[in-house]
């Protein structure tokens, strides 16, 4: 198993919640933690000693939007090490550019439905 240790920040909180059973579901073993404010997980994340080995990160959010966020991390030396899949609808192009940049090393839209959630899920975590 590749990542043991997930973050997702989403402001979302019934998104989060069906992200992260789904995420309990595919494997059970992962420590997933959510948090719904963008500034407090910079906040968090800049403090903690034990690194999340991957962050799911929603694009559309209030007080900072993904491409602030992952402005941020990737200033940071600490942070900016650590994968990030980038989810929700950002245009194409912006999306490319992210991905060019290795500032994300995935982009995957919101699925409209838990299967097919926990079928993306199985691809990128295990």
Same mark, same amino acid.
């Given at each position: /198993? #590749?990542?043991?240790? =997930?973050? #997702? $920040? !989403? !402001?979302?909180?019934?998104?989060?919640? +069906?992200? /992260?059973?789904? $995420?309990g579901f595919v494997n059970e073993k992962i420590i997933m933690r959510h948090i719904d404010n963008p500034v407090k997980a910079l906040q968090e994340l800049e403090t #903690? @000693?034990?690194?999340? !080995? %991957?962050?799911f990160l929603d694009y559309n959010m209030p007080l900072m939007n993904g491409?602030?966020?992952l402005q941020q991390i990737? *200033?940071?030396?600490? &942070?900016? *090490? +650590?994968? $990030? =899949? %980038? =989810?929700s609808t950002p245009s194409?192009?912006? $999306?490319? !550019? %992210? &991905? @060019?940049k290795r500032e994300i090393i995935r982009y995957m839209s919101?699925? *409209? *439905?838990?299967?097919? %959630?926990v079928r993306m899920l199985k691809e990128l975590i295990l």
């Open positions: /198993m #590749l990542y043991k240790n =997930i973050l #997702l $920040v !989403d !402001d979302d909180p019934d998104d989060a919640e +069906i992200f /992260m059973e789904a $995420v #903690l @000693e034990n690194l999340p !080995d %991957l962050i491409k602030d966020f990737k *200033s940071k030396e600490k &942070l900016r *090490s +650590i994968p $990030v =899949i %980038l =989810i194409e192009e912006f $999306v490319f !550019d %992210l &991905l @060019e919101k699925p *409209s *439905s838990y299967n097919e %959630l």
